[in-house]
């Protein structure tokens, strides 16, 4: 019998005391289970909560050879457990990129076809789905199964946004983006207030890339202080002399670091109160343009390895939510009011706008609406704060983010629709055995 180990996901919490098997080859996958072991299946942990959690885990991060890049077409297929990261490495300097990107680079290609990841650009491109072609996946009894939109298709749809719940994706074809740089052209604009961040984000509809940090802990007037960063992927006459010498230039800085877990004190109200006024002080005019790289736009927490040690070792949750937008600045006023009255300081709340989904990505997150990201430390008083947010989104009709949850109302997050299986994680039984 394997040795079971703890295993946490991005968040730190919950644990779950599991066994590991890794898939070292995509073609004979090897692996053992039999039908009435309950396995889930894991990429790079980069969910929050339990989502690849689960009492026998199974990884592809051994999966990682790339294995076919068509610069013709723009379509690349790899093995499931390569990371964005290293598909970065590759693709910039050949001037392509990837379609639909999250906040962190360090997610396995699988990983972002089970949650159907979202990034900044989900109101003009949609999740990643919307350029996956094909995945090959290993299903309970053993099987490889082809599956594409027109091969499949009900299966293929079930494992997007499925949660690992359908089978262990092997090999991913998916649609690049062509760039000319690798830099983007970005403006950072102040807004005083929630009114303001809604209006900056209706006239910002056309910028490919749209984003905004909220500072929490204000109240009233100034409710919803915040800062929209939009880009574009910048040309070659956006870039300055120096940076034309290497335009498609792959930065891999070495990240700063963070050794161990903070003390569970050092993050707290005043810390949070202090940086957040830092951060919107920082830029002194109401506009900025800048010229920036693609790791500072999309990655800016990724420089810094290991930050969710911050947190302290009892980990944190993330919140993550939409609602539809017709309520949206209604519910961001309600939540933001309820944050800021708890003293529960978020250190991280970020909103997108999210456009019409693919209807035919039935366990998909998002819909056409705002989605705002919150992190808690994990305390007594966080677990308090959880279910008074929720009942605002539920009365709202919205939704929780499966791959960042843990804690939420599983009225709250989107009933999967899946088939038969012995694919199960943590998350999968506390949202079932609840609904
Ligand atoms: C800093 C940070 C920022 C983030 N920003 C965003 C964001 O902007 N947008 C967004 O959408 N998400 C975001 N996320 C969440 C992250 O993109 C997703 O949770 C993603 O699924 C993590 O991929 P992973 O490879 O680490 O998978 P894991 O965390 O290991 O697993 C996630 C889910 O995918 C399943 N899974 C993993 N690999 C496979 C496979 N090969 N076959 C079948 N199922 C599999 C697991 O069972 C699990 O349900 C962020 C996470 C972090 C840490």
């Known amino acids: ?54 009492e026998n885990i199974v990884s592809t991060r051994y999966l990682t050879n790339f294995l076919e890049l068509d610069e013709d077409t723009l379509e690349m297929e790899c093995e499931s457990g390569v990371l964005f990261s290293d598909l970065l490495d590759l693709l910039i300097p050949k001037g392509l990129f990837l379609p639909v990107t999250p906040g962190t ?9 089970a949650a159907d990841v979202h990034g900044k650009n989900h109101h003009k491109d949609g999740c990643f789905s919307s350029y996956v072609i094909s995945f090959q996946l290993l299903t309970s ?58 209006d900056l984000f209706e006239d910002s509809k056309d910028w490919k890339y749209t984003v905004a940090w909220i500072d929490c802990l ?76 693609y790791n500072t736009f999309f990655y800016p927490l990724d420089s810094i390895e290991g930050w969710n040690k911050i947190y302290g070792k009892k980990g944190f949750i993330q919140y993550q939510f939409v609602v539809p937008l017709e309520t949206s600045k209604e519910v961001l006023r309600e939540i933001l009011e309820l944050i800021a009255v708890s003293r529960q300081a978020s250190f991280l709340a970020v909103l997108k706008l999210f456009g019409e989904n693919s209807p035919e990505a039935i366990n998909s997150f998002p819909m056409k609406g705002y989605t705002l990201a919150l992190d808690f430390k994990v305390t007594q008083k966080t677990l308090e704060l959880v279910p008074k947010m929720d009942a605002i989104i539920l009365k709202h009709k919205g939704r929780i983010y499966r791959a960042k949850d843990c804690v939420s109302d599983p009225r709250l997050t989107n009933y999967l629709q899946l088939p038969e299986s012995n694919f199960e994680s943590l998350q999968s039984i506390r949202i079932n055995s609840k609904i």
């Open 1 to 54: 019998m394997q040795k079971k180990k703890e295993i946490s996901n991005w968040g730190n919490f919950p644990t779950s005391i599991s066994s590991e098997q890794w898939i070292l080859n995509s073609k004979d996958p090897g692996i053992t289970f039999n039908q009435t072991e309950k396995i889930i299946p894991r990429g790079n942990g980069r969910c929050y909560g339990d989502a690849s959690l689960g």
């Open 141 to 198: 009894d053993h099987k490889i199964i082809n599956c594409s939109k027109e091969e499949n298709s009900e299966l293929f749809w079930q494992t997007i946004g499925g949660m690992g719940l359908t089978g262990i994706i092997l090999r991913v074809r998916f649609r690049l983006l062509q760039i000319e740089t690798s830099y983007i052209s970005q403006e950072s604009i102040k807004a005083k207030n929630l009114d303001e961040i809604f």
């Open 218 to 293: 204000q109240k009233k007037k100034n409710l919803g202080r915040s800062v929209l960063l939009r880009g574009e992927h910048a040309s070659i006459d956006d870039l300055d002399q120096n940076k034309r010498k290497r335009p498609l230039l792959v930065e891999n800085k070495k990240s700063f670091s963070i050794p161990f877990f903070f003390p569970a004190f050092t993050l707290n109200w005043w810390t949070v109160k202090i940086f957040n006024l830092l951060y919107f002080y920082k830029q002194r005019s109401k506009k900025k343009s800048a010229v920036v790289s």
């Open 105 to 113: 680079k360090f997610i396995t290609v699988g990983g972002a076809v």
